[in-house]
T-cell receptor
Framework: EADIYQTPRYLVIGTGKKITLECSQTMGHDKMYWYQQDPGMELHLIHYSYGVNSTEKGDLSSESTVSRIRTEHFPLTLESARPSHTSQYLC???????????FGPGTRLLVL | KNEVEQSPQNLTAQEGEFITINCSYSVGISALHWLQQHPGGGIVSLFMLSSGKKKHGRLIATINIQEKHSSLHITASHPRDSAVYICAVRSGGGSEKLVFGKGTKLTVNP
């Protein structure tokens, strides 16, 4: 079983609030990823990181930001949540680019 | 048109049936992944393959690079196999990004 954790699992919040979704892994993986998934739809990469102090935007435009100050921690922040941000956010990590990705349980976000 | 197409979108089977889920892609790839997503949302990686066939328990994954096609087979299906099965490809050239299909929702009835 993969040691990758996300908190909170569910979040209901009002428009305009700042939120941070947490992702931590204890496998020592350098590569970490954030995906966004709407119900019944495919996953889209929104951010990724190759290691500490390395972050890149993914294919899907996102108003969120990420940071990677420690290898095990890759938080995602929305400065001002909007209803259009309602979705599921999945964090993943891998040992290398060509390696299997291990996924966290996801955070379901509802912005009212 | 998505770069990764899966069929069928939904599949209902009786316990014990042999299941096949198909994935076609339109780009050159370095690897193809099969993932399983349970109703709670968590995703588990089942296979990563770049050629041939892999088997794990009752699951078998095959890929035909020339035809840009992969299949996931489940033998002796069980209600606990009910989940969404997702195909994802990594483009060739050292790309770090996976492109995902929309998934096939499998329901296995007892």
């Amino acid at each position: 079983e993969a040691d990758i954790y996300q908190t909170p699992r569910y979040l209901v919040i009002g428009t305009g609030k700042k939120i941070t979704l947490e992702c931590s892994q204890t496998m020592g993986h350098d590569k970490m990823y954030w995906y966004q998934q709407d119900p019944g739809m495919e996953l889209h990469l929104i951010h990724y990181s190759y290691g500490v102090n390395s972050t890149e935007k993914g294919d899907l435009s996102s108003e969120s930001t990420v940071s990677r100050i420690r290898t095990e921690h890759f938080p995602l922040t929305l400065e001002s949540a909007r209803p259009s941000h309602t979705s599921q956010y999945l964090c993943a990590s891998s040992e290398g680019i060509e390696e299997t990705q291990y996924f966290g349980p996801g955070t379901r976000l509802l912005v009212l | 048109k998505n770069e990764v197409e899966q069929s069928p979108q939904n599949l209902t089977a009786q316990e014990g049936e042999f299941i096949t889920i198909n994935c076609s892609y339109s780009v050159g790839i370095s690897a193809l992944h099969w993932l399983q997503q349970h109703p709670g949302g968590g995703i588990v990686s089942l296979f990563m393959l770049s050629s041939g066939k892999k088997k794990h328990g009752r699951l078998i994954a095959t890929i035909n690079i020339q035809e840009k096609h992969s299949s996931l087979h489940i033998t002796a299906s069980h209600p606990r196999d009910s989940a969404v099965y997702i195909c994802a490809v990594r483009s060739g050239g050292g790309s770090e990004k996976l492109v995902f299909g929309k998934g096939t929702k499998l329901t296995v009835n007892p």
